[in-house]
């Protein structure tokens, strides 16, 4: 079985991450603790990489001759660490060969993928040739010789040096077993058949797979997203840690309180918040989710009309009227009037003061000729 870790809450519905090539299960780390909140992760390693054990030998051929490892074998493995777990149905995540892997899980067992996600991927890596011969030059050579060349790829910014680590410590025939995967592989005829929601995410500075190939892509599977990111290579997810944890969140199935947060304030509000999160906002971001749209507002005790014109009153009260407008929009969104806004002001300027009401008149009036 494939070296792998769990983490994330029990409860939590199964999220699978996989790894490029030449990478371990730490690829993920800038995006496990916004993950690990609410799905259960299972993160993986390939075939001679991080902890994962080489193909056994002369379990595959070279080459690509018959025998070798391919997509659907890895495929496989990876159904292998999600029936270990009682994972019937999971949501998928991948980079590059990982999400090659994602796809032909979705094609052959439409079944299992809840919903895909396909980070610098694509359904076809290029000339077979290509790929055997590199195989060929780290069977005789090692992994090292790739690592200026890898370093180019991988990264527009800064390298992150524990990944180069990752790849000069891969295993020379599990790497070139990986390789000789993806000279077989090519999903260009079965994207229609994707049927889980799909996101597709492209590094606009990626020279391993342009968005060109994400384009192909979003154009094949039904229904699918595209996201291209700016100041991103190959390793999009290290490169634009935030942009990528952002879209995946936004992508991923809500929580009770992420899905009443978007059902009031709105899509765009909420994607715009997202996008904003930096690592020092991120527990806060999680705080309010949680506790003030999955705790509060998900009670039955009141409704949404309620609950907006007690908040209404309150942010009029405490002076809060950068708080104001937005919420001015959720009781439009919740089914106040107009009018019944204009009440509610109205009664604050008697229980908290006239000046409170009189400037947050001033907002709802911006907000509603808006």
Known sequence: MLQHRLDGPESGEPLILGPSIGTSLRLWEPQLAALARTFRVLRFDLPGHGGSPPPAAGSIGHGG???????????????????????????YAG????????????????????????????????????????????????????????????????????????????????????????????????????????????????????????RELADGIPGATLVELPGAAHLANVDQPERVTAALLAHLPATPGMRVRREVLGDAHVDRAIARTTPFTRDFQDLITRYAWGEIWTRPGLDRRTRSCVTLTALVAHG??????????????????????????????????????????AVAQRVLEE
């Not at 025998?67 to 777990?85: F, N, P, Q, S």
């Not at 077979?128 to 195989?135: E, G, H, Y």
């Not at 790829?153 to 000789?180: H, K, S, T, V």
Request: glycine share 8%; proline share 5%; with cysteine.
């Open 95 to 214: 980079v590059s060969i990982s999400g090659a892997i994602g796809a032909t899980l979705a094609v052959r067992h439409p079944d299992r993928v809840r919903s895909l996600a396909m980070i610098c991927s694509s359904a076809t890596f290029g000339e077979p040739q290509a790929w055997r011969d590199r195989a060929r030059l780290v069977r005789d050579g090692g992994t090292a010789q790739l690592l200026e060349a890898t370093a180019k790829r991988w990264f527009a910014g800064r390298p992150a040096q524990a990944l180069l680590d990752d790849l000069a410590a891969a295993d020379p025939e599990g790497y070139a077993a990986c390789c000789d995967a993806l000279a077989t592989y090519d999903l260009r005829d079965s994207l229609a058949d994707v049927k889980a929601p799909t996101l597709v995410v492209a590094g606009r500075d990626d020279p391993a797979t342009p968005p060109a190939h994400a």
């Open 320 to 361: 809060h009227l950068e708080e104001l407008a937005m919420h001015v929009r959720a009781a439009l969104r919740n089914g106040l009037t107009p009018d019944e806004i204009g009440e509610v002001l109205l009664q604050t300027a008697v229980y908290c003061g006239v000046p409170a009401a009189n400037a947050a008149f």
């Open 65 to 91: 001759q018959a025998g070798a490892l391919t997509v659907d074998e890895l495929a496989r493995m990876v159904l292998e660490a999600a029936d270990a777990y009682g994972f019937g149905g999971f949501h």
